[in-house]
Protein backbone atom coordinates (compact mmCIF):
# COMPACT_ATOMS: atom_id res chain seq x y z
CA UNK A 1 0.00 0.00 0.00
CA UNK A 2 2.40 2.24 1.10
CA UNK A 3 4.73 2.07 -1.86
CA UNK A 4 1.66 2.52 -4.57
CA UNK A 5 0.82 5.59 -2.72
CA UNK A 6 3.89 6.69 -2.08
CA UNK A 7 3.21 6.62 2.18
CA UNK A 8 5.59 6.30 4.66
CA UNK A 9 4.34 2.95 7.36
CA UNK A 10 4.44 3.32 10.95
CA UNK A 11 4.01 -0.40 12.12
CA UNK A 12 3.78 0.71 16.31
CA UNK A 13 5.05 -2.66 16.91
CA UNK A 14 8.64 -1.93 14.70
CA UNK A 15 8.90 1.38 16.52
CA UNK A 16 8.65 -0.70 19.86
CA UNK A 17 10.76 -3.53 18.89
CA UNK A 18 13.61 -0.62 17.31
CA UNK A 19 13.15 0.72 21.23
CA UNK A 20 13.56 -2.16 22.94
CA UNK A 21 16.86 -3.15 20.32
CA UNK A 22 18.13 0.38 21.48
CA UNK A 23 17.80 -0.10 24.82
CA UNK A 24 15.47 2.89 25.75
CA UNK A 25 13.39 3.37 28.78
CA UNK A 26 10.27 3.05 26.51
CA UNK A 27 11.66 -0.07 25.27
CA UNK A 28 12.01 -1.03 28.44
CA UNK A 29 8.61 -0.76 29.57
CA UNK A 30 7.37 -1.84 25.77
CA UNK A 31 8.70 -4.90 26.33
CA UNK A 32 7.49 -5.91 30.01
CA UNK A 33 4.35 -5.58 27.76
CA UNK A 34 4.70 -7.56 24.55
CA UNK A 35 6.85 -10.77 25.48
CA UNK A 36 3.53 -11.88 26.99
CA UNK A 37 1.46 -10.63 23.70
CA UNK A 38 -0.14 -7.83 25.82
CA UNK A 39 -0.81 -4.20 24.43
CA UNK A 40 1.81 -1.88 26.01
CA UNK A 41 -0.19 0.96 27.44
CA UNK A 42 -1.89 3.75 25.74
CA UNK A 43 0.56 6.22 26.90
CA UNK A 44 3.54 4.31 25.18
CA UNK A 45 1.89 3.60 22.36
CA UNK A 46 1.24 6.94 21.72
CA UNK A 47 4.28 8.45 22.49
CA UNK A 48 5.60 6.45 19.92
CA UNK A 49 3.67 7.86 17.12
CA UNK A 50 4.14 10.83 17.73
CA UNK A 51 7.55 11.05 17.83
CA UNK A 52 7.28 8.98 14.29
CA UNK A 53 5.06 12.23 13.33
CA UNK A 54 7.20 14.69 14.33
CA UNK A 55 10.09 13.40 12.57
CA UNK A 56 7.90 12.51 8.69
CA UNK A 57 5.83 14.92 7.11
CA UNK A 58 4.59 12.45 4.21
CA UNK A 59 1.70 10.79 4.16
CA UNK A 60 1.61 7.44 6.46
CA UNK A 61 -0.21 4.70 6.84
CA UNK A 62 -0.75 3.44 10.45
CA UNK A 63 -0.26 -0.08 10.87
CA UNK A 64 -1.58 -1.63 14.11
CA UNK A 65 -2.40 1.49 15.68
CA UNK A 66 -4.88 2.76 16.91
CA UNK A 67 -5.79 -0.91 18.72
CA UNK A 68 -7.74 0.96 21.86
CA UNK A 69 -10.77 3.49 22.20
CA UNK A 70 -8.54 5.70 24.26
CA UNK A 71 -5.54 5.64 21.62
CA UNK A 72 -8.11 6.61 18.86
CA UNK A 73 -9.54 9.32 20.82
CA UNK A 74 -5.79 10.33 21.00
CA UNK A 75 -5.08 10.04 17.80
CA UNK A 76 -7.85 12.24 16.61
CA UNK A 77 -7.00 15.01 18.95
CA UNK A 78 -3.44 14.44 17.59
CA UNK A 79 -4.44 14.41 13.94
CA UNK A 80 -6.37 17.72 14.67
CA UNK A 81 -3.46 19.39 15.74
CA UNK A 82 -1.65 18.68 12.93
CA UNK A 83 -4.54 19.20 10.59
CA UNK A 84 -3.91 15.58 9.17
CA UNK A 85 -7.17 13.94 8.97
CA UNK A 86 -7.38 10.18 7.99
CA UNK A 87 -8.48 9.71 5.04
CA UNK A 88 -9.91 6.08 5.84
CA UNK A 89 -9.79 3.16 8.34
CA UNK A 90 -9.08 -0.48 7.36
CA UNK A 91 -10.34 -3.61 8.79
CA UNK A 92 -8.34 -6.82 7.42
CA UNK A 93 -10.60 -9.51 8.04
CA UNK A 94 -9.93 -12.74 8.27
CA UNK A 95 -10.77 -16.36 9.72
CA UNK A 96 -9.06 -17.25 12.74
CA UNK A 97 -7.07 -20.18 11.58
CA UNK A 98 -6.06 -18.55 8.65
CA UNK A 99 -4.30 -15.74 10.96
CA UNK A 100 -2.64 -18.48 13.08
CA UNK A 101 -1.82 -20.19 9.24
CA UNK A 102 -0.10 -17.14 8.04
CA UNK A 103 2.09 -16.19 11.65
CA UNK A 104 3.33 -19.48 11.71
CA UNK A 105 4.63 -19.00 7.84
CA UNK A 106 5.73 -15.39 8.62
CA UNK A 107 9.15 -14.41 8.60
CA UNK A 108 10.72 -11.10 9.25
CA UNK A 109 14.57 -9.35 8.16
CA UNK A 110 16.97 -8.86 10.62
CA UNK A 111 18.07 -5.80 8.23
CA UNK A 112 15.11 -4.30 6.25
CA UNK A 113 12.26 -5.42 8.65
CA UNK A 114 10.27 -6.27 5.59
CA UNK A 115 7.45 -9.42 6.86
CA UNK A 116 7.65 -12.44 4.73
CA UNK A 117 5.58 -15.89 4.31
CA UNK A 118 7.46 -19.01 3.99
CA UNK A 119 6.10 -20.76 0.71
CA UNK A 120 4.89 -17.42 -0.61
CA UNK A 121 7.46 -15.08 -0.89
CA UNK A 122 10.47 -17.86 -0.10
CA UNK A 123 10.84 -21.19 -0.05
CA UNK A 124 12.03 -21.55 3.31
CA UNK A 125 13.38 -20.11 6.74
CA UNK A 126 17.09 -20.31 5.97
CA UNK A 127 16.36 -18.40 2.49
CA UNK A 128 18.28 -14.67 2.79
CA UNK A 129 15.77 -11.90 2.35
CA UNK A 130 14.31 -11.40 -1.35
CA UNK A 131 14.56 -7.69 -0.49
CA UNK A 132 17.74 -6.94 0.15
CA UNK A 133 19.88 -10.26 1.35
CA UNK A 134 19.72 -9.79 5.20
CA UNK A 135 19.14 -13.10 7.46
CA UNK A 136 15.49 -13.82 8.24
CA UNK A 137 14.20 -14.67 11.39
CA UNK A 138 10.82 -15.93 13.37
CA UNK A 139 9.40 -13.20 15.80
CA UNK A 140 9.57 -14.17 19.28
CA UNK A 141 5.86 -13.67 19.97
CA UNK A 142 4.46 -15.40 16.47
CA UNK A 143 3.76 -18.83 18.30
CA UNK A 144 0.55 -20.46 18.75
CA UNK A 145 0.48 -19.35 23.20
CA UNK A 146 1.40 -16.04 22.40
CA UNK A 147 -1.29 -15.95 19.53
CA UNK A 148 -3.94 -16.89 22.12
CA UNK A 149 -2.78 -14.21 24.30
CA UNK A 150 -2.59 -11.58 21.35
CA UNK A 151 -6.03 -12.60 19.93
CA UNK A 152 -7.70 -12.00 23.63
CA UNK A 153 -6.20 -8.79 23.86
CA UNK A 154 -7.48 -8.16 20.32
CA UNK A 155 -11.19 -8.71 21.22
CA UNK A 156 -10.68 -6.98 24.67
CA UNK A 157 -9.25 -3.62 23.26
CA UNK A 158 -9.02 -3.60 19.93
CA UNK A 159 -12.87 -4.65 18.85
CA UNK A 160 -14.39 -1.82 20.49
CA UNK A 161 -12.06 0.39 18.14
CA UNK A 162 -14.25 -0.60 15.11
CA UNK A 163 -17.31 0.49 16.89
CA UNK A 164 -15.85 4.30 17.25
CA UNK A 165 -14.62 3.91 13.57
CA UNK A 166 -18.02 2.67 12.16
CA UNK A 167 -19.47 5.39 14.07
CA UNK A 168 -17.73 7.80 12.30
CA UNK A 169 -18.70 6.10 9.04
CA UNK A 170 -14.43 5.96 8.36
CA UNK A 171 -14.47 1.92 8.57
CA UNK A 172 -14.15 0.20 5.23
CA UNK A 173 -13.66 -3.51 5.46
CA UNK A 174 -11.74 -5.50 3.63
CA UNK A 175 -12.07 -9.35 3.28
CA UNK A 176 -8.28 -10.52 3.44
CA UNK A 177 -8.41 -14.29 3.14
CA UNK A 178 -7.40 -13.93 -0.55
CA UNK A 179 -3.92 -13.18 -1.98
CA UNK A 180 -1.84 -9.60 -1.66
CA UNK A 181 -3.13 -8.68 -4.91
CA UNK A 182 -6.88 -9.69 -4.41
CA UNK A 183 -6.39 -8.13 -0.97
CA UNK A 184 -4.83 -4.83 -2.55
CA UNK A 185 -7.49 -4.49 -5.07
CA UNK A 186 -10.42 -4.26 -2.98
CA UNK A 187 -8.30 -1.35 -0.65
CA UNK A 188 -8.15 0.65 -3.64
CA UNK A 189 -11.79 0.01 -4.33
CA UNK A 190 -13.12 0.91 -0.68
CA UNK A 191 -10.78 3.93 -0.31
CA UNK A 192 -10.76 5.52 -3.72
CA UNK A 193 -6.82 5.61 -3.62
CA UNK A 194 -5.26 4.49 -6.43
CA UNK A 195 -2.56 6.06 -7.96
CA UNK A 196 0.69 7.80 -6.20
CA UNK A 197 -0.40 11.14 -7.00
CA UNK A 198 -2.94 10.34 -4.05
CA UNK A 199 -2.21 10.20 -0.61
CA UNK A 200 -3.53 8.38 2.42
CA UNK A 201 -3.27 10.45 5.59
CA UNK A 202 -1.41 13.56 4.73
P1 LIG B 1 2.59 -6.02 15.93
O1 LIG B 1 3.98 -5.92 15.40
O2 LIG B 1 1.67 -4.97 15.35
O3 LIG B 1 2.01 -7.42 15.79
O4 LIG B 1 2.68 -5.73 17.50
C1 LIG B 1 3.49 -6.55 18.35
C2 LIG B 1 3.26 -6.16 19.81
O5 LIG B 1 3.63 -4.77 19.99
C3 LIG B 1 1.82 -6.26 20.28
O6 LIG B 1 1.48 -7.58 20.69
C4 LIG B 1 1.85 -5.29 21.47
O7 LIG B 1 2.51 -5.84 22.59
C5 LIG B 1 2.74 -4.15 20.93
N1 LIG B 1 1.93 -3.14 20.20
C6 LIG B 1 1.99 -2.86 18.86
N2 LIG B 1 1.14 -1.86 18.53
C7 LIG B 1 0.51 -1.50 19.70
C8 LIG B 1 -0.49 -0.53 20.03
N3 LIG B 1 -1.05 0.27 19.10
N4 LIG B 1 -0.89 -0.46 21.33
C9 LIG B 1 -0.36 -1.26 22.28
N5 LIG B 1 0.58 -2.20 22.03
C10 LIG B 1 1.02 -2.33 20.76
Known sequence: MAEHWGAAVVSVGDVLRAEIAAGTELGREAAREMEHGRLVPDRVAIASVESWLDAHREAFVFDGFPRTVGQAEALDEVLVRRRSPL????????????????????????????????????????????????????????????????????????????????????????????????????????????????????
Not at 117 to 134: I, K, M
Not at 153 to 160: D, F, K, L, N, S
Open 87 to 202: TAVLWLELPVALIEERVSRRVVCQSCGRSFQVGLHVASREDACPVCGGVLTVRSDDNSAMLTNRMEQYRAHTQPVMDFYEAKGMLRKIEASGTPDEVFTQIEAATGINSAQETVGR
